[in-house]
């Protein structure tokens, strides 16, 4: 059975993607979960041995990236993505019980939660002050701990704790998806489906026009760059890593192309291709009409 972690405590967004996950058999079988604390310990018990793979949050709709997710996979022994999922994402404000909405005074929220329903905060709960946790589950213990008056959460980690329900489906964003990944040691992509994605981390050297040409790698060859974005190295001002989606696989003949150029001026992490949920953007041209010309070409046949 393997050993998956995913960002805990038990009762997060990410446990349900993993849940997930195991009902679209991604895994041969069950899988023994494991609660890590935060995303980049999830990965950090890959590159340990001590589990098999981690699901993590990358992506929402609302709050763009996860950085430290990103963050985490551009340092350290590469790790590669195999498998992504989606899930719409509304909150549960959880109390104890006998407290309501007019009791409220602190909110327990993880940060990227909390931006999700400020609005709603400011409208209905005007006088509370948010209470930084460290995740949406720990949230949840929290106010169970006594820590603050509720939670932004979610309702599986209320039917836990024995926490009550207050409010449910809160969010300021109608239709609000978190994108998930599960992440492994190193391994052979799995199969392009036509209909896939591929993630790369670039670092580029300091001069004039370098960006410029790492993306004309990908104009040049018709690839659709799906996202773009920027993080620091930490090494000192103006020093950045470029995070780079792009519909298509690693087995596609432009996207190969595409990696090679860029092996050949830049520092390039490959972070995976792998089957994309809902697919966005325009896949690669195919490149069988050309290798057959060439082909053709190379043995020596007239007329083409």
């Known amino acids: 059975m393997p050993r998956i972690a995913y960002f805990g405590p038990s009762g997060t967004f990410t446990e349900m993607a993993l849940a997930q996950l195991e009902s679209t058999a991604v895994f041969d079988g069950s899988v023994e979960r494991v609660a890590a604390p935060s995303q980049g310990a999830a990965l950090e018990l890959i590159r340990s041995g001590d589990v098999d793979g981690a699901v993590v949050p990358i992506e929402s709709s609302v709050e763009g990236s996860i950085s430290a997710t990103l963050d985490s996979l551009a340092v350290g022994p590469r790790l590669q993505i195999i498998a992504e999922t989606e899930l719409e994402v509304s909150f549960t404000i959880l109390a104890r019980p006998g407290t309501t909405l007019a009791d409220i005074r602190s909110l327990a929220a993880y940060p990227v939660a909390g931006a999700q329903v400020r609005m ?153 291709s792998w089957p994309a949920t809902s697919a966005t953007g325009t896949p690669p041209p195919s490149d069988e009409a050309a290798a057959e010309w060439l082909t053709q070409l190379r043995k020596g046949v007239a007329d083409l």
């Open 120 to 272: 709603w905060v400011a409208d209905t709960l005007p006088d509370a002050q948010f209470f930084t946790s460290a995740s949406n589950a720990a949230a949840a213990e929290d106010v169970a701990a006594g820590k603050a008056d509720a939670a932004v959460s979610t309702a599986l980690a209320g039917e836990r704790l024995g926490l009550v329900a207050l409010a449910s489906g809160v969010a300021d964003h109608a239709d609000a998806i978190t994108r998930f990944v599960l992440v492994t040691r190193p391994c052979t992509a799995p199969p392009a489906t036509g209909a896939d994605r591929t993630s790369i981390v670039l670092e580029l050297s300091n001069e004039p026009g370098s960006l410029m040409r790492a993306f004309a790698e990908f104009a040049t060859r018709g690839i659709d760059l799906t996202r773009i974005e920027s993080r620091p190295t930490r090494t000192g001002f103006g020093t950045y890593r470029f995070y780079l989606d792009c519909v298509g696989h690693i087995d596609d003949a432009a996207v190969a192309e595409a990696l090679k150029a860029l092996y050949r001026t830049a520092r390039i992490r490959f972070l995976g």
